[in-house]
T-cell receptor, first 116, second 115 residues
């Protein structure tokens, strides 16, 4: 595997289900991110992890629970979601800034989530 | 605080015509600027980036962008559109926190290429 991978690619769940999204990066990066992409809305940053430590939580509801066991893996645990949570969830990774790499983030293909 | 404005949520061009996607930014520090492309049901792919140095940057698939500080712009161009260029394009500005990159994205421009 190369780059950033995400599983599953598609997920349909009921409002009472519990599911998890998985992200893995094979780029040797230190930072990982979760984004939410909804139709007709800008990309929303949800969480940022640096060296496994959460450094940013953008007022995300507690029904979304991230987990970062190491610098290569990132999970998003989902429970009691609402239909408005249906969206494309994107994972990204990057090097730590300030090392001349220009801060670019590398994205996975996303998980298309539908909440019924 | 950083912000990005992309003028035109939809742009349609004929195959072979010039592509021009507009991006204006606001940044309190010298910006790092990016263009990403997103094809249907895929993640975002980096097209090109500006950090420092030459203001005209070339990217993949024949795209290029010019950083104009006086106009706070970073417009994306391609001399001749191809059908495969149909996608959504996002401009982003970076504000590093020192521990992780932080990108602020525009709302995106959907490019349609017609025969």
């Amino acid at each position: 595997e190369t780059g950033v991978t995400q599983t599953p690619r598609h997920l349909v769940m009921g409002m009472t289900n519990k599911k998890s999204l998985k992200c893995e990066q094979h780029l040797g990066h230190n930072a990982m991110y979760w984004y939410k992409q909804s139709a007709k809305k800008p990309l929303e940053l949800m969480f940022v992890y640096n060296f496994k430590e959460q450094t940013e939580n953008n007022s995300v509801p507690s029904r979304f629970s991230p987990e970062c066991p190491n610098s290569s893996h990132l999970f998003l645990h989902l429970h009691t979601l609402q239909p408005e949570d249906s969206a494309l969830y994107l994972c990204a990774s990057s090097h730590r800034p300030g090392r001349g790499r220009g801060d670019e983030q590398f994205f996975g293909p996303g998980t298309r989530l539908t909440v019924l | 605080a950083q912000s990005v404005t992309q003028l035109g949520s939809h742009v349609s061009v004929s195959e072979g015509a010039l592509v021009l996607l507009r991006c204006n930014y606001s940044s309190s520090v010298p910006p790092y600027l990016f263009w990403y492309v997103q094809y249907p049901n895929q993640g975002l792919q980096l097209l090109l980036k500006y950090t420092t140095g030459a203001t005209l940057v070339k990217g993949i698939n024949g795209f290029e962008a010019e950083f104009k500080k006086s106009e706070t712009s970073f417009h994306l161009t391609k001399p001749s559109a191809h059908m495969s260029d149909a996608a959504e394009y996002f401009c982003a500005v970076s504000s590093s926190t020192g521990t992780a990159s932080k990108l602020t994205f525009g709302t995106g421009t959907r490019l349609q290429v017609t025969l």
